[in-house]
């Protein structure tokens, strides 16, 4: 049983940047994937960055070049860096990680771009 809480996001202007954070605290042993998600206004959520234990990384294609998927040295806390904020990257983004086979989600932050 492990706990998510992301934070990090905020109000910005198009091209501006922001660094959102994601703590997992206990048990964190049996961790295969970690991942940041975003649900836009009358969208499905959508996966936007995955970094998995074997160390493979996949990009939403919109977000690549501009979003970074990091994180910690001890594997506790997972960061996503977002470059050349565009509106279209308005919306709750969600930390998620897949431990023995289940899914957890954190409460999310909000990003909101505008133009």
């Known amino acids: 049983q492990v706990q998510l809480v992301e934070s990090g996001g905020g109000l910005v202007q198009a091209g501006e940047s922001l660094r959102l954070s994601c703590t997992i605290s206990?048990?964190?042993?049996?961790?295969?994937?970690m991942a940041w998600y975003r649900q836009a206004p009358g969208k499905q959520r959508e996966s936007v960055a995955g970094f998995t234990s074997g160390g493979s990384i996949v990009y939403l294609d919109s977000v690549k070049g501009r979003f970074t998927i990091s994180r910690s040295n001890s594997r506790n806390t997972v960061y996503l860096q977002m470059n050349s904020l565009k509106p279209e990257d308005t919306g709750v983004y969600y930390c998620?990680?897949?431990?023995?086979?289940?899914?957890?989600w954190g409460q999310g932050t909000q990003v909101t771009v505008s133009s």
């Open positions: 998620s990680i897949i431990q023995s086979g289940l899914q957890s």
């Open positions: 206990g048990n964190i042993f049996g961790i295969n994937y």
